[in-house]
Antibody, heavy 121, light 108 residues
Framework: EVQLVESGGGLVQPGGSLRLSCAAS????????MSWVRQAPGKGLEWVSY????????YYADSVKGRFTISRDNAKNSLYLQMNSLRDEDTAVYYC??????????????WGQGTLVTVSS | EIVLTQSPGTLSMSPGERATLSCRAS???????LVWYQQKPGQAPRLLIY???SRAAGTPDRFSGSGSGTDFTLTISRLEPEDFAVYYC?????????FGQGTKVEIK
């Protein structure tokens, strides 16, 4: 069974940093691209970042470019999101999602259960 | 950036009725690179339809997707109690990949 389990969320002050992790199991992790998608409380979904299987290609939403860094460790079947200079508007549930085996032209399936990041003083 | 507009925002329906959800794109994007997700309270989204009209594994056949260009539709032929949820469309033809704002299907 394909499983994605996020961790690392919590309460952080504006301007602070947080590192999210996503542990993957049940599939050949290194051949799949991965993404982070977030959802502000009571709001819709927003794609945040993408990384290819080899880590050779990375994309970011304009809203997080220069502040967030996506990475992965294929030996550990793990995906990460380093979030710096956090703002109030970054408050959201962050989902890890499996992407496709090729380019960004693919869908998210499955999704993890999400981890809540709250940015507040 | 492609903006996806879903309508209506809320659909009040009774079990057994047919539901039609719309997703309109601000510009044409490549092929039929559109998916539909279902999200229930407290849960992660679940893939229902990919490539605009192909059902994902485990998606009941009462769900169907159609459309191309800028207009796409998700149809639920006969609503079951477990279908009351929020539905999102998402395009993956261009970056950034974008979502519609969602349509909530609620029990009337």
């Amino acid at each position: 069974e394909v499983q994605l389990v996020e961790s690392g969320g919590g309460l952080v002050q504006p301007g602070g940093s947080l590192r999210l992790s996503c542990a993957a199991s049940g599939f050949t992790f290194n051949i799949y691209s991965m993404s982070w998608v977030r959802q502000a409380p009571g709001k819709g979904l927003e794609w945040v970042s993408y990384i290819s299987g080899s880590s050779g290609t990375k994309y970011y939403a304009d809203s997080v470019k220069g502040r967030f860094t996506i990475s992965r460790d294929n030996a550990k079947n793990s995906l990460y999101l380093q979030m710096n200079s956090l703002r109030d508007e970054d408050t959201a549930v962050y989902y890890c999602a499996r992407d496709g085996r090729g380019s960004y032209r693919d869908w998210f399936d499955p999704w993890g259960q999400g981890t809540l990041v709250t940015v507040s003083s | 950036e492609i903006v996806l507009t879903q309508s209506p925002g809320t659909l009040s329906m009774s079990p057994g009725e047919r539901a039609t959800l719309s997703c309109r794109a601000s510009q044409i994007f490549s092929s039929t690179y559109l998916v539909w997700y279902q999200q229930k309270p407290g849960q992660a989204p679940r893939l229902l339809i990919y490539d605009a009209s192909s059902r994902a594994a485990g998606t009941p056949d009462r769900f169907s997707g159609s459309g191309s260009g800028t207009d796409f539709t998700l149809t639920i032929s006969r609503l079951e109690p477990e279908d009351f949820a929020v539905y999102y469309c998402q395009q993956y033809g261009t970056l950034p990949r974008t979502f519609g704002q969602g349509t909530k299907v609620e029990i009337k």
